[in-house]
């Protein structure tokens, strides 16, 4: 079934739209406590270093992919290298932002029901106390949070059904900046929190001793989280991209934005997680524990600002996990639709629903199903490292390889140089680094993260 395949109308377009698919959770909950882990300014340092050599050529990768065949991911490897078994690797850019969309829909729904709490003043009336225990009694429930869940995942699939992507465009490009304005507000309230300076003090002063390999593979697999790479978004979404459009400049312009966010988040929540006295390798929980506990001390001196300032920034959190969350699953509907011939409404449910299901057993790992464990890890932890240690990472390494060994070098220097028009020298190094440091970058990763 042939589709009319859209355009992004201009440069702005494009940035947002893709900077809605990589700026989301991954920067405002997952950077932090990753961060945390594993021993805050030297995982920074790593991870720039992860972003600029192997991320950002993926992402050129991908865009080269996406613009040049005008495809979905599976359709788009068929199309360019007709008669191979490449477009064989497209099927799991249609698994794995499922798998990713099922826990991170749970995580979108702590988010709903946090906004939930904040409309209803219960992080700046309620006491210290309970609402530090507030986290740990909500996701360890059996219902509360695959309630959450639902409602998440419910959204997230009418707005594809209805294919509102003008609604939702707009929506994120208010959002966006109110998201932004706040972080900063948080960052200047953080700093003035008693004892958060040691925060401080643990994001810039890198203590080298804490990077080994894991942190390495950590870095990298954040990295490839947060640009969305490796899953075929960034692919679909540069097939939707104007040839006069210059791609180097968008994908810089986007992964810019992307680690604007999550520096800004890291230093929103880290030196107040100090001032919490909470662990800054607390895991997941990090960022929803640590909020409500801005909220609720600065409720002592401005109750009204605080309550307006926890139910807005829940508003854009949502909003920023919804057009992250959006573009999973569209990678897997627009493969239905055009490659299957589905319709669009089965395809979104047929899909919603496998995600629903696994996204539950994420939400029960953290209550009934604790100590159901897979290689160690709950059934949350499991798929989320399955998914950036491995799913996005091998995803990734097919389209480097793709685009740095297969295809032509003059409709890569085409696509990434417009025709020879602009970039020439940063093409060249970005070639470079996609036909080797990238590779060789992953391949190093997969190999510590099966022998160390
Ligand atoms: N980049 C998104 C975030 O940071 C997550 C994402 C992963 C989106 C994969 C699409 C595909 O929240």
């Not at 700026?23 to 405002?28: W, Y």
């Not at 992507?165 to 960052?187: D, H, T, W, Y």
Request: charged content about 10%.
């Amino acid at each position: 079934m042939k589709q009319q395949r859209e355009n992004f109308g201009s440069r702005a377009a494009v940035i947002m739209a893709m900077a809605g698919s990589a700026i989301g959770l991954g920067n405002i909950w997952r950077f932090p406590y990753i961060l945390g882990e594993y021993g805050g300014a030297a995982f920074i340092l790593l991870y720039i270093a992860a972003s600029l050599l192997v991320a950002l050529p993926i992402f050129f990768a991908e865009s080269v992919i996406g613009r040049r065949s005008h495809s979905n991911a599976y359709g788009a490897l068929r199309k360019l290298a007709p008669g191979t078994k490449w477009h064989w690797a497209g099927i799991l850019t249609i698994i794995s932002p499922l798998l990713i969309l099922s826990y991170y829909s749970v995580v979108g729904g702590w988010s709903v029901q946090y906004l939930f709490k904040s409309l209803s003043f219960d992080f700046t009336t309620g006491s210290p106390e309970a609402v530090s225990s507030y986290f740990g009694n909500f996701i360890s429930s059996a219902w509360q949070p695959v309630i959450s869940h639902t409602i998440f995942l419910s959204l997230v699939a009418v707005i594809v059904l209805f294919g509102v992507r003008k609604g939702i465009e707009k929506f994120s490009n208010i959002a966006m900046p109110v998201l932004l304005v706040l972080i900063v507000a948080l960052i200047v309230y953080s700093l003035t929190l008693p004892g958060s300076f040691k925060g401080v003090t643990y994001l810039i002063k890198p203590d080298f001793s804490k990077l080994n390999a894991d942190a390495a593979a950590a870095a990298l697999g954040q990295a490839f989280f947060s640009l969305s790479l490796g899953v075929g978004t960034i692919l679909t979404y540069a097939s939707y991209v104007k040839k006069d459009e210059n791609l180097i400049v968008s994908g810089l312009g986007t992964a810019g934005f992307d680690l604007l966010f999550a520096v800004m988040a890291g230093f929103a929540v880290i030196p107040a997680v100090f001032a919490a006295g909470i662990e800054p390798g607390a895991g997941p929980g990090l960022v929803f524990e640590t909020l409500p506990f801005i909220f609720n001390q600065m409720a002592s001196q401005a109750p009204v600002v605080s309550s307006v300032v926890s139910i807005v920034f829940f508003v854009a959190i949502l909003a920023a996990a919804l057009t992250s969350a959006i573009s999973m699953l569209e990678v897997g509907v627009a493969f239905l639709t055009e490659e299957k011939g589905m319709k669009r409404a089965p395809a979104t449910l047929l899909l919603a629903f496998f995600t629903w299901l696994v996204g539950i057993l994420c939400s029960l790992s953290f209550g009934p199903m604790k100590d159901f464990h897979i290689l160690g890890l709950t059934f949350f932890d499991f798929v989320d490292h399955l998914c950036s240690d491995w799913l996005m990472p091998i995803g990734g390494l097919v389209f480097t390889l793709f685009v740095g060994w297969k295809m032509k070098k003059a409709d890569v220097r085409d696509e990434l140089t417009n025709g020879g028009t602009c970039n020439r020298m940063i093409y060249k190094v970005f070639y470079y680094l996609i036909r080797y440091v990238a590779p060789v970058g992953i391949v190093a990763v997969f190999l510590t993260n099966l022998f160390l």
